[in-house]
């Protein structure tokens, strides 16, 4: 007998559940997003203020390209703004998830001088989706915060389009946004970089 796919929604709650068991989110901080179609776009993504630790079917909306509510009751995220963004300049990503741990929110002051976060030579590099062998160079571009999300999409889009290997993107003080053709895939590029967030405030 075989096993029952999870729904969109079911694997976001889960990889909800397992990012804030290992302290890497804070409340209702950060939005999770599954693309469900492109053309036209349509997206499963948390509603706005809704605790990401005890996510179920009813904390989802389904939104089109302009962020207008198509299924699901709550308000939309001013973040599903930045998620559509990074749907349109990524187009193999298919889910893209959030984390805020304190190495990460500490690196992306000290790094954001230098505009990104970088990591060259470690092995576990090889287990990101963009990145085929540990002498590459995983980059994370840093942005500013800002309460204009419309502005702050633009950015976003403008630093995607000049920086095509971009594993990642952070904001600074916020939190990282990442991306993968999986919610698996999005989840270990998470928690990868979580990894070495620490290391590199432990040097």
Same mark, same amino acid.
């Given at each position: 007998?075989?096993?029952?796919?999870?729904?969109?929604?079911?694997?976001?709650?889960?990889?909800?559940?397992?990012?804030h068991?290992?302290?890497?989110?804070?409340?209702?901080?950060?939005?999770?997003?599954?693309?469900?179609?492109r053309?036209?776009m349509?997206?499963?993504?948390?509603?706005?203020?809704?605790?990401?630790?005890?996510?179920?079917?009813?904390?989802?909306?389904?939104l089109?390209? !302009?962020?207008?509510?198509l299924?699901?009751?709550?308000?939309?995220?001013?973040?599903?703004?930045?998620?559509?963004?990074?749907?349109?300049?990524?187009?193999?990503?298919?889910?893209?998830? /959030?984390?805020q741990? =304190?190495?990460?929110i500490?690196?992306?002051?000290k790094? /954001?001088?230098?505009?990104?976060?970088?990591?060259?030579?470690?092995?576990?590099?090889?287990?990101?989706?963009?990145? !085929?062998?540990? !002498?590459?160079?995983a980059? %994370?571009?840093? %942005?500013?915060?800002?309460?204009?999300?419309?502005?702050?999409?633009? =950015?976003?889009?403008?630093?995607l389009?000049?920086?095509?290997a971009?594993?990642?993107? /952070?904001?600074?003080?916020?939190?990282?946004?990442?991306?993968?053709?999986? =919610?698996?895939?999005?989840?270990?590029?998470?928690? %990868?970089?979580?990894?070495?967030?620490?290391?590199?405030?432990?040097?």
């Amino acid at each position: 007998m075989t096993n029952k796919p999870l729904s969109a929604t079911d694997e976001l709650s889960r990889a909800g559940r397992e990012l804030h068991q290992r302290g890497w989110l804070r409340g209702s901080s950060g939005n999770f997003s599954i693309l469900m179609a492109r053309k036209p776009m349509r997206l499963c993504i948390t509603a706005a203020g809704d605790d990401i630790s005890s996510l179920d079917e009813t904390n989802f909306l389904e939104l089109d390209d !302009d962020a207008e509510i198509l299924q699901g009751f709550g308000r939309p995220s001013d973040g599903s703004l930045l998620h559509l963004a990074i749907y349109r300049m990524r187009p193999r990503a298919r889910c893209i998830l /959030y984390s805020q741990s =304190v190495s990460g929110i500490q690196l992306s002051d000290k790094r /954001y001088v230098d505009g990104a976060i970088e990591f060259t030579g470690y092995e576990t590099l090889t287990s990101l989706e963009t990145i !085929d062998r540990f !002498d590459q160079t995983a980059r %994370i571009p840093i %942005i500013d915060n800002s309460t204009d999300h419309v502005a702050l999409s633009h =950015v976003i889009t403008n630093v995607l389009s000049d920086d095509i290997a971009a594993t990642g993107i /952070y904001i600074r003080r916020h939190g990282l946004y990442t991306w993968g053709e999986t =919610v698996r895939q999005a989840q270990t590029n998470i928690e %990868i970089l979580e990894f070495l967030f620490e290391i590199a405030n432990n040097e």
